[in-house]
């Protein structure tokens, strides 16, 4: 079974200030993707990024920046320079192609406030 | 590109009545699923189409729940008799299907559903 656990429950900053969210996950696959996905109070997931298992490369894009690690199953994610427009609750999940469908597996969200 | 649209956004219901919500995918989507997400938790996976095939059920659809993709296009979720415990917001997602890939899943707004 997978697994994705998000210890952090909620993060409060002040803006401007670097914001990391933690990630560890669990499967049996070798193939396996990794998801960051952003709900803001409207409700709606939006999609932040994706990374497969073969590639550990980390990369910054804008703001965001992730770090994944296979030997700790750990997929950390990093907001650079918070702005108020951050404050979110941000979810990590999981899927392979064993799974059904590709479901995705999610963590339970780590909810970010950022004060100005 | 119009994104993943979902149909009502809002339900309040009493107790023991049915409703129906609907989910239009993003056009060139073959893949559709449905999530359920309560209050303070990550989404759950409830169910997927391949076109207008279900081919994958979570254990928490119960036999009051009902899905279909009659087209392969828009999709409904019914619950018939409704319980409290099934307030949550419902969100529907698609994706693209090519062969053995994931591919990233882009969620709809969701429809908030209270039971009273």
């Known amino acids: 079974a997978q697994k994705v656990t998000q210890a952090q429950t909620e993060i409060s900053v002040v803006e401007k200030e670097d914001v990391t969210l933690d990630c560890v996950y669990e499967t049996r696959d070798t193939t396996y993707y990794l998801f960051w996905y952003k709900q803001p109070p409207s409700g709606e997931l939006v999609f932040l990024i994706r990374r497969n298992s073969f590639d550990e490369q980390n990369e910054i894009s804008g703001r965001y920046s992730w770090n994944f690690q296979k030997s700790t199953s750990s997929f950390n994610f990093t907001i650079t320079a918070s702005q108020v427009v951050d404050s979110a609750v941000y979810f990590c999940a999981l899927s392979s192609p064993g799974a059904a469908g590709n479901k995705l597996t999610f963590g339970g969200g780590t909810r970010v406030l950022v004060k100005p | 590109d119009t994104g993943v649209s979902q149909n009502p956004r809002h339900k309040i219901t009493k107790r023991g009545q049915n409703v129906t919500f609907r989910c239009d995918p993003i056009?060139?989507?073959?893949?559709l699923y449905w999530y359920r997400q309560t209050l303070g938790q990550g989404p759950e996976f409830l169910t997927y189409?391949?076109?207008?095939?279900?081919?994958?059920k979570s254990r928490l659809l119960s036999d009051r729940f009902s899905a279909e993709r009659p087209k392969g296009s828009f999709s409904t979720l019914e619950i018939q008799r409704t319980e409290q415990g099934d307030s949550a917001m419902y969100l529907c997602?698609?994706?693209?299907?090519?062969?053995?890939?994931?591919?990233?899943?882009?969620f709809g707004p969701g429809t908030r559903l209270t039971v009273l």
């Open positions: 189409f391949q076109n207008e095939a279900q081919l994958e």
């Open positions: 997602a698609s994706s693209p299907y090519r062969g053995g890939r994931t591919d990233t899943q882009y």
């Open positions: 056009s060139e989507h073959n893949r």
